[in-house]
């Protein structure tokens, strides 16, 4: 592929140039920022699901039947996800991430805060739950395009050998956006519950709006990406990316997907059944489950740049593929001391269950998904694997449970068996998924059409100041 004069400022050209480390900079905050807007708001509305939802807007179904409801809700906007994935995917890989990025955070802000001022169940009957609804298909489909945005235009911009450590910094954004959420939650665990549901619940939805502003105002000041700018100078860019990637990429998404089936399913189960199970089946107290799930992504903030950091050393797939097992050998183990109600052993087993399995498979992930697109649909693959997964593996995840626990009497082992099959899935995705490390994200191909050797599937060898500053800018 020939260069333009656009290459300067690329992470392909190797040039230690400030107005590229600049715009690296504004594009990890604004990624960051994005990120914990969306993962707020979903976290947020998980824990809502799981411990004040079913009362204010399901009342008359009494609290079991209340619990499998609001769940059903927290379901519908991962079922829109897609939908959002697919419509601003084709736009972004059209007409660049940046516009893409400013339309997502204001829809999905704007929903949240808007379920801040719902009436209740009590207070307009069924259109309480009609109106949460429509809301939550809003969040659904800004949330559907954010992510996959953020992550495709984050790794577009970083350096090529360090590619998934930066492409790591956005998501912890997710965990900051989680921890917000639950420390909020656990000191609404603290209050009298008839302060709760009459008006303290609202508050936190409320506190979007002033995330929002941030998010814009960032955005506003963004750069184009440099991968999407070369694919404009070369008159490169798809005019039915929704086509193309369906024609071209379909076993890359059947692969994306899979890969997206433990972490994304065992972060729903342990954020938000695993809350639901301790709080109402165990009966512990309810800010304990957000308290674990708070130190949870505080842990997450520390591994998943340093998954991100070890895929660029030793592979996306082989570090991935650790965080599966790490997953699957804590399964059994971790739902079975939970069912046992003790507080020393709720918090850390949920923390460290959601804090380290979980984020090592997504700090690989954030790189590794990207770099299996090529450029003409990037940002469409990208939202397509991740949302079509966060459907099956996220959004039914906590519904699927409390059906389980309906069937089974509220036990606790076809939990545990209902995360070791999604973790198996994403194991054997891991085994046919081709290594994508250090690859050029210029390529108009996936990687599994590539047939190449290269960096990309050899360590890294850093041994003095000028190989690590060579491999910065590399």
């Not at 339309?103 to 704007?110: D, E, I, K």
């Not at 209050?191 to 002033?210: E, G, K, M, Q, T």
């Not at 990406?225 to 039915?240: D, H, R």
């Not at 996306?316 to 046992?340: D, E, K, N, T």
């Amino acid at each position: 592929m020939s260069t333009t004069g656009s290459d300067a400022q690329t992470p392909h050209s190797g040039s230690n140039d400030p107005e590229y480390a600049a715009n690296l900079r504004r594009a990890t905050l604004a990624s960051s920022v994005g990120s914990a807007l969306e993962y707020y708001d979903f976290a947020l509305y998980g824990l809502a699901s799981a411990l004040v939802f079913g009362q204010l807007f399901f009342p008359a179904l009494g609290t079991g039947a209340g619990i499998a409801a609001s769940f059903a809700t927290y379901a519908v906007g991962f079922f829109a996800r897609p939908f959002g994935g697919l419509l601003f995917g084709a736009i972004g890989d059209k007409f660049g991430r940046k516009t893409v990025l400013l339309a997502t955070v204001g829809l999905m802000g704007l929903a949240s805060t808007l379920v801040g001022v719902l009436p209740t169940g009590e207070q307009i009957g069924v259109w309480a739950p009609i109106l949460l609804v429509i809301l939550r298909v809003a969040q659904g489909l800004g949330a559907g395009a954010e992510q996959a945005g953020a992550t495709t235009l984050m790794a577009e911009y970083a350096p090529i050998r360090r590619r998934g450590y930066f492409s790591a910094l956005p998501f912890v954004g997710i965990m900051a956006g989680t921890i917000l959420a639950s420390v909020v939650f656990f000191f609404v665990g603290l209050v009298d519950v008839s302060i709760v549901h009459a008006w303290l619940w609202r508050l936190p939805f409320l506190v979007s709006i002033i995330l929002i502003g941030v998010a814009v105002f960032i955005r506003l000041r963004l750069r184009e990406s440099p991968a999407f700018i070369e694919l404009e100078a070369q008159e490169q860019v798809a005019k039915n990316p929704f086509t193309e990637v369906f024609t071209r990429s379909w076993r890359t998404i059947l692969r994306g997907i899979g890969l997206r089936m433990a972490e994304n399913g065992g972060s729903a189960l342990y954020q938000t059944l695993a809350v639901s199970f301790i709080t109402n089946v165990v009966g512990v107290a309810p800010w304990q489950g957000p308290l674990a799930i708070a130190i949870g992504a505080a842990l997450g903030i520390l591994v998943i740049p340093i998954a991100g950091a070890l895929s660029d050393r030793f592979g996306r797939m082989p570090v991935y593929r650790v965080g599966s097992i790490v997953q699957f050998v804590l399964a059994i183990p971790a739902w079975y001391l939970m069912s046992l109600g003790q507080l020393w052993l709720i918090i850390p087993v949920l923390a460290i269950t959601y804090g380290i399995g979980v984020n090592i498979m997504l700090g690989a992930q954030c790189a590794a998904m990207p770099e299996l697109f090529g450029n003409r649909h990037r940002y469409i693959g990208v939202a397509i694997s991740r949302e079509f997964s966060a459907v099956i593996a996220g959004g039914i995840a906590p519904f699927v449970g409390a059906a389980l626990l309906s069937a089974f009497s509220n036990s606790w082992w076809p939990l545990a068996v209902y995360v070791l099959v999604l973790t198996a899935i994403t194991f054997v995705a891991t085994l046919l998924t081709p290594e994508t490390r250090a690859r050029d994200l210029r390529l108009l191909t996936d990687a599994i059409d590539d047939s190449f050797d290269d960096v990309s599937s050899r360590p890294l060898r850093i041994t003095s100041r000028a190989d690590a500053k060579a491999a910065f800018f590399e």
